[in-house]
Protein backbone atom coordinates (compact mmCIF):
# COMPACT_ATOMS: atom_id res chain seq x y z
CA UNK A 1 0.00 0.00 0.00
CA UNK A 2 1.33 3.40 -0.88
CA UNK A 3 -0.36 6.73 0.61
CA UNK A 4 0.09 9.96 -1.12
CA UNK A 5 -0.21 13.05 0.61
CA UNK A 6 -0.96 16.68 -1.53
CA UNK A 7 -0.32 19.96 -0.48
CA UNK A 8 0.61 23.68 -1.85
CA UNK A 9 -2.83 24.35 -4.00
CA UNK A 10 -4.79 27.50 -3.64
CA UNK A 11 -5.78 30.88 -5.37
CA UNK A 12 -3.45 32.29 -7.55
CA UNK A 13 -4.11 35.68 -10.11
CA UNK A 14 -3.53 34.50 -13.88
CA UNK A 15 0.24 34.60 -14.81
CA UNK A 16 1.34 33.41 -11.42
CA UNK A 17 2.65 30.69 -10.20
CA UNK A 18 2.18 27.83 -7.69
CA UNK A 19 4.25 24.69 -6.61
CA UNK A 20 2.43 21.60 -5.73
CA UNK A 21 4.47 19.02 -3.69
CA UNK A 22 3.39 15.13 -2.91
CA UNK A 23 4.68 12.88 -0.51
CA UNK A 24 3.90 9.45 -0.63
CA UNK A 25 4.66 6.87 2.24
CA UNK A 26 4.14 3.12 3.05
CA UNK A 27 4.98 0.85 0.46
CA UNK A 28 7.33 3.18 -1.48
CA UNK A 29 10.08 1.25 -2.96
CA UNK A 30 7.35 -0.27 -5.12
CA UNK A 31 6.54 3.13 -6.78
CA UNK A 32 8.08 3.14 -10.70
CA UNK A 33 5.58 6.61 -12.23
CA UNK A 34 5.00 9.19 -10.26
CA UNK A 35 2.56 11.90 -11.43
CA UNK A 36 -0.14 14.70 -11.44
CA UNK A 37 -3.82 14.84 -13.19
CA UNK A 38 -6.14 17.20 -12.76
CA UNK A 39 -10.04 17.31 -12.71
CA UNK A 40 -12.67 19.80 -13.32
CA UNK A 41 -16.40 19.10 -12.29
CA UNK A 42 -18.29 17.55 -15.10
CA UNK A 43 -14.95 16.45 -17.07
CA UNK A 44 -12.89 13.30 -16.92
CA UNK A 45 -9.62 13.19 -14.98
CA UNK A 46 -6.69 14.41 -17.05
CA UNK A 47 -2.96 13.81 -17.29
CA UNK A 48 -1.09 16.81 -16.62
CA UNK A 49 2.80 15.26 -15.85
CA UNK A 50 4.29 12.12 -15.14
CA UNK A 51 7.73 10.95 -14.34
CA UNK A 52 9.75 7.94 -14.03
CA UNK A 53 11.92 6.78 -11.21
CA UNK A 54 14.43 7.43 -13.41
CA UNK A 55 13.54 11.11 -14.14
CA UNK A 56 12.35 10.55 -17.38
CA UNK A 57 9.26 13.39 -18.10
CA UNK A 58 6.26 13.58 -19.73
CA UNK A 59 3.22 16.46 -20.38
CA UNK A 60 0.05 17.71 -21.92
CA UNK A 61 0.40 19.82 -24.37
CA UNK A 62 -1.29 22.28 -22.46
CA UNK A 63 0.97 23.05 -20.00
CA UNK A 64 4.74 22.41 -21.95
CA UNK A 65 6.69 24.90 -21.37
CA UNK A 66 4.91 26.17 -18.28
CA UNK A 67 5.06 23.49 -15.61
CA UNK A 68 7.49 21.56 -14.91
CA UNK A 69 7.78 17.71 -12.78
CA UNK A 70 10.14 16.64 -10.68
CA UNK A 71 10.62 14.10 -8.42
CA UNK A 72 12.73 13.39 -5.18
CA UNK A 73 13.54 9.77 -4.97
CA UNK A 74 15.25 9.66 -1.43
CA UNK A 75 12.23 12.11 -0.17
CA UNK A 76 9.35 10.13 -1.85
CA UNK A 77 8.03 13.10 -2.82
CA UNK A 78 7.36 14.57 -6.25
CA UNK A 79 7.07 18.13 -7.15
CA UNK A 80 5.03 20.66 -10.20
CA UNK A 81 6.46 23.78 -10.44
CA UNK A 82 3.30 25.67 -12.22
CA UNK A 83 4.46 29.16 -13.70
CA UNK A 84 2.45 31.46 -15.90
CA UNK A 85 -1.11 30.02 -14.97
CA UNK A 86 -3.97 30.64 -16.52
CA UNK A 87 -7.53 30.63 -15.57
CA UNK A 88 -8.09 27.13 -17.64
CA UNK A 89 -6.30 25.38 -15.16
CA UNK A 90 -8.45 25.71 -12.57
CA UNK A 91 -8.90 22.34 -10.97
CA UNK A 92 -8.47 20.06 -8.56
CA UNK A 93 -4.77 18.48 -8.73
CA UNK A 94 -4.40 14.88 -7.96
CA UNK A 95 -0.83 13.17 -7.13
CA UNK A 96 -0.59 9.45 -8.43
CA UNK A 97 1.86 6.94 -8.15
CA UNK A 98 1.97 3.73 -9.69
CA UNK A 99 3.80 0.13 -8.96
CA UNK A 100 3.52 -2.93 -10.86
CA UNK A 101 0.57 -3.86 -9.67
CA UNK A 102 -1.88 -0.93 -8.62
CA UNK A 103 -2.36 2.96 -9.18
CA UNK A 104 -2.36 4.92 -6.17
CA UNK A 105 -4.07 8.42 -5.56
CA UNK A 106 -3.86 11.10 -3.19
CA UNK A 107 -6.82 13.02 -2.13
CA UNK A 108 -6.36 15.95 -4.20
CA UNK A 109 -5.71 20.00 -3.82
CA UNK A 110 -7.27 22.68 -5.28
CA UNK A 111 -5.85 25.14 -7.38
CA UNK A 112 -7.77 28.32 -8.68
CA UNK A 113 -6.57 30.80 -10.84
CA UNK A 114 -9.05 33.69 -11.29
CA UNK A 115 -8.41 36.28 -14.41
Known amino acids: QVQLVESGGGLVQAGGSLRLSCVAS????????MGWYRQVPGKQRELVATITRGGNTNYADSVKGRFTISRVNAKSTVYLQMNSLKPEDTAVYYC?????????WGQGTQVTVSS
Open 26 to 33: GSIYTIND
Open 96 to 104: NARTWVASY
